[in-house]
């Protein structure tokens, strides 16, 4: 069997660092706030190279409080791209912004920049970069379209822990940066979690008083927040955890570059794209392939487990029926048929991908 995800085989590779470090958590009932939250803010600041990190209670709240915290006109239109997860649209919705759908390229599937611009309005206020699979967005040139037209960008990291863009690690590029530790992600917790960094003090301030009731004293605050916390525990178990990414990482890359070789001339089969300035970090490896049901099927069959990232691209959604937006000719909309995410991850030996791979050329042949 080659499994998608194996977090009981991760777990397997660090239980005694991690048990001893939930034990010392509860030993000293630093359960909200305190010495481990602290401890992992700094030293996730410093691994995505940003001055500041809040941690927070899941990557979507990441998202909403980051667009909160940027006090931006009510209604204003945000852009975002047509495929990623739900809750980089969702965020701009719920904190009373317009989403804005743009196209996303056909080969590293990230937002597409001539799309974006063909968008901006008057009340354009921002972009949700989605570094999507784990391939940061093209940065330099939305920042320029930032800095002419006067919108933030807000980079969506869920996928990109420790993704470069010409060397830089994403999170701080942009105005700020917003992160999910759910437990599938490529720096997982054992429950939920999150983080924003940015290299702005004021955006630091603004954020962690929205996450902490907008509190300036225990029981004195400023406005009306919300309890958004990344809880002792899961910040005591991503602190071991963080001490392993980059080993991780480079296993997914290895994985990936496997595939590159061995499934390049697979007819039908069109692989991902890494553009040269990027770190890629492969939370996931996306394929397109024609029959993507009967492909899926069949690996399943063989005992390869596959997904699909994402069977909707979010203008297909019936959340999103209410959008009086055209996108019928997008890429991403017409695309999303055809993904065919193959496992990937640091649990996969070499024989394992090489399975996929003679499957696949099989298959395929
Ligand atoms: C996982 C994910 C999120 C949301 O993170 P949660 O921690 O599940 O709330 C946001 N954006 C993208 C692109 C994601 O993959």
Known sequence: MVKFLDLAKQYQEIAPEINSAITDVIKSSAFIGGGYLEKFESEFASYQSAEYCIGVANGTDALEIAIEALDLPPGSEIIVPANSFIASSEAVSRTGHRVVFCDCNSDDYTLSLSSVESLITQTTAAVIAVHLYGHPC??????????????????????????????????????????????????????????????????????????????????????????????????????????????????????AELYLKHLSCVPGLELPVRKNWAKQVYHLFVVRVADREWVQQELRHLGIQTGVHYPKSLPNLAAYDYLEQDTTKFFATQNDRYLLSLPMGEHLEGADSMRVVSSLRELLA
């Open 138 to 255: 093209e940065m330099d040139p939305l920042l320029e379209l930032a800095k002419k037209f006067g919108f933030y960008v807000i980079e969506d990291c869920a996928q990109a822990h420790g993704a470069e863009y010409k060397g830089h690690r994403v999170g701080a590029i942009g105005d700020v940066g917003c992160f999910s530790f759910y437990p599938g992600k490529n720096l997982g917790a054992y429950g939920d979690g999150g983080a924003i960094t940015t290299n702005s003090e004021h955006i630091e301030t603004r954020c962690r008083m929205i996450a902490n009731h907008g509190r300036i004293d225990k029981y004195d605050h400023l406005f009306e927040g919300r309890n958004s916390r990344l809880d002792g525990m899961q910040a005591a178990v991503l602190s071991v955890k963080l001490k392993y990414l980059d080993e991780w990482t480079s296993r997914r890359i290895e994985c």
